[in-house]
């Protein structure tokens, strides 16, 4: 899903991701020498603000164009690709672990943050971010223009977390996950803002084939894509000011618990 679209993700969606990367640090206690490592880094933007704080960081992701920008973006930092959830890692190696909207796209959340306790050492810190459900009405625009459209989806897309697998997408639900994986003292909140952008550049990660909405667009037949692009703009348009900025709401969940 995300192979060779690092690129596309940097240059859309990868914005709107940015916004919690200060309160996720602080969430984690991230500070000078702390070992720190970052799952899921994407193009690096926690990896490098968490070594502008002088952390000595350690970043992993799945896909390897992804690592290839982080690399750039954090030079400082210990930059690999490592797959939950079977991180390359040994016990207790980290004081704090952070994932910035990692367990959106994992499909045993529970298992993958098992793991991350595994490599967080005792009383470490634990933080992360997902997306809130239902979703705020930003985030739900891609989505209302692709049921607008009729699009199906198609049968090599996943159709989402069994249900003995999943969690409420809410405060209590992410607090209930975390405990369930063994973690302590966990505790959440809900961080909302606006993300300012044009509807190009809004449209231009979908576009590529992002993620699980950029799949279901490249996955349908031409004349389906032309009526999801079409909802898009007539969506985009309750959003736009008189330049044409839309001013997408957005919701996330941040937690934070100890080992």
């Known amino acids: 899903m995300w192979a060779g679209r690092a690129a596309a993700y940097a240059g859309s969606f990868a914005k709107l991701c940015a916004y919690p990367t200060r309160q996720l640090l602080?969430?984690?206690?991230?500070?000078?020498?702390?070992?720190?490592?970052?799952?899921?880094t994407g193009p690096g933007t926690v990896a490098a603000a968490a070594?502008?704080?002088?952390a000595t960081v350690t970043a992993v992701d799945a896909e390897p164009t992804m690592v290839q920008l982080a690399a750039r973006s954090a030079p400082a930092a210990d930059v690999?690709?490592?797959?939950?959830?079977e991180l390359p890692f040994a016990d207790g190696e980290f004081d704090a672990?952070?994932?910035?909207?990692?367990?959106?796209?994992?499909?045993?959340?529970t298992i993958a943050l098992a793991e991350l306790r595994r490599v967080v050492k005792p009383g470490g810190r634990i933080a992360l971010t997902i997306w809130a459900a239902p979703p705020a009405a930003g985030q739900a625009l891609l989505g209302r223009a692709?049921?607008?459209?009729?699009?199906?989806?198609p049968p090599h897309l996943p159709a989402g977390i069994a249900p003995e697998d999943?969690?409420?997408?809410?405060?209590?639900?992410?607090?209930?996950?975390?405990?369930?994986?063994?973690?302590?003292?966990a505790a959440c909140e809900t961080v909302r803002w606006d993300h300012r952008t044009s509807a190009e550049e809004w449209w231009s990660g979908p576009a590529a084939g992002v993620a699980f909405g950029g799949q279901m667009v490249r996955s349908q037949t031409p004349r389906i894509r032309a009526e999801i692009k079409r909802h898009f703009d007539l969506f985009s348009s309750e959003f736009a000011d008189g330049d044409g900025v839309l001013t997408l709401p957005h919701a996330a969940l941040l937690a934070r618990a100890r080992r």
């Open 146 to 153: 692709i049921r607008a459209a009729g699009a199906v989806r």
């Open 51 to 54: 070594c502008a704080r002088g």
């Open 97 to 109: 672990v952070v994932a910035n909207f990692v367990l959106n796209h994992v499909g045993r959340p």
């Open 26 to 40: 602080d969430a984690a206690g991230v500070g000078p020498g702390e070992r720190t490592l970052d799952v899921g």
């Open 166 to 185: 999943d969690f409420p997408r809410d405060e209590r639900g992410l607090t209930g996950l975390m405990e369930s994986a063994g973690l302590r003292e």
């Open 80 to 85: 690999r690709v490592a797959i939950l959830p």
